[in-house]
């Protein structure tokens, strides 16, 4: 248990029998009045985001998530297929994944993290390198201006790159934002 003045961004809490994480907090102190802790949870199993209001000294139940590495296999009928480096496999359906999709390659490393032995979340590192596969051509004299076109990306996402980019290049993308960072 902890007060609720010590949550922070990314922390995991278990809140009326369901597991959030953090989302956003701001400790508010109104004039003459008692201080309040505003807190924006997302909830694991739905998405869906809670607003909640605590006193400084209310208690929340922080929650410990165990992050574990692992290695995307590929993807079927079945979800999304994942092994740890002791050959044990976990697969996930797509609503768990969710925008994580754009950026999973095959034999690609991320963190899924872990409850009560129990897969919860895919975390992703902050940008990864993808290939273009499909985007119009670029003209000479293209790479002067700040123009943008669409292109797809290995894993069919579609991000807005530099005129000057072709396919068959490699592109970083923030995971966070989904924007193009530059080249790979």
Not at 17 to 24: A, G, K, P, S
Not at 73 to 86: A, N, T, V
Not at 97 to 106: F, P, Q, S
């Amino acid at each position: 248990m902890a007060n609720a003045v010590d949550l922070r961004k990314g922390m995991a809490v278990l809140f009326e029998n369901d597991l959030y994480v953090v989302v956003d907090r701001l400790h508010v102190t109104p004039g003459n009045w008692r201080a309040y802790i505003q807190v924006t949870f997302k909830s694991i199993r739905t998405g869906k985001l809670l607003d909640r209001r605590f006193r400084s000294t209310e208690e929340v139940q922080v929650v410990t998530l165990d992050p574990k590495d692992m290695q995307f296999m590929y993807k079927d009928h079945e979800g999304y297929h994942f092994m740890d480096p002791d050959y044990n496999t976990i697969t996930f359906n797509e609503d768990i994944v969710g925008d994580a999709k754009n950026y999973l390659i095959e034999n690609g490393r991320c963190e899924i993290l872990f409850y009560k032995e129990k897969a919860i979340e895919i975390e992703l590192p902050s940008s990864v390198d993808l290939k273009v596969v499909e985007t119009p051509p670029g003209f000479k004299g293209d790479s002067v201006t700040n123009l943008q076109k669409q292109a797809t990306l290995e894993t069919g996402y579609k991000v807005n790159v530099p005129l000057f980019i072709k396919e068959g290049d490699s592109v970083k993308v923030d995971t966070r934002t989904g924007e193009y960072i530059g080249r790979a």
